[in-house]
């Protein structure tokens, strides 16, 4: 394990960070090599996706918490929909056979977003245990099985 500022490592990709704050307790993944699709595009992307929702793990309680909550879900929002916009086109330009469940997942991912960021916006913050664990099934359910999937069919025919 490797500790710093209160965030120890448990594995590669899985932090806790250990404050006594808000957020204490909160597992959260940062990207490495081990969430990688293969597909250079889908992988920088992916990267910004978990470096928007990482300010959630220096976060802390009051207004300042809040307001750092509230960014971080208005941000992720916004590159959510623009890196689902990106994966939608890719699969129909390459006809990828499980294009309407995959953009299913995306739709469910996003409706799910929006009602933390509703809480949010009307000054309730929700529990951190439970952003962290929605956010940890996201990656585990989309990046690490879905995207995984759709990396390798995009790179069985030749993208990169």
Not at 11 to 35: C, Q, R, T
Not at 40 to 50: E, G, R, S
Not at 129 to 137: A, K, M, S, T, V
């Amino acid at each position: 394990m490797i500790k710093k500022n209160n965030v120890t490592q448990i594995k590669p990709g899985m932090y806790l960070h250990d404050n006594d704050g808000e957020w204490g307790g909160v597992i959260l993944k940062y990207w490495d090599d081990s969430f990688s699709v293969g597909i250079k595009a889908l992988d920088n992307q992916h990267k910004i996706l978990f470096d928007t929702v990482a300010p959630l793990l220096e976060s802390r309680g009051g207004a300042e918490g809040m307001i750092t909550v509230h960014k971080t879900f208005n941000s992720l929002l916004d590159y959510a929909d623009y890196h689902f916009k990106f994966e939608k086109e890719l699969m129909a330009s390459h006809h990828y056979p499980d294009a309407e469940s995959h953009n299913k997942e995306h739709g469910d991912l996003i409706e799910e977003l929006n009602s933390y960021y509703v809480m949010v916006e009307f000054g309730s913050l929700p529990p951190a245990q439970d952003i962290g664990r929605f956010l940890n099934e996201w990656v585990e359910s989309h990046v690490l099985k879905a995207d995984k999937e759709l990396g390798n069919f995009l790179c069985q025919r030749g993208c990169s």
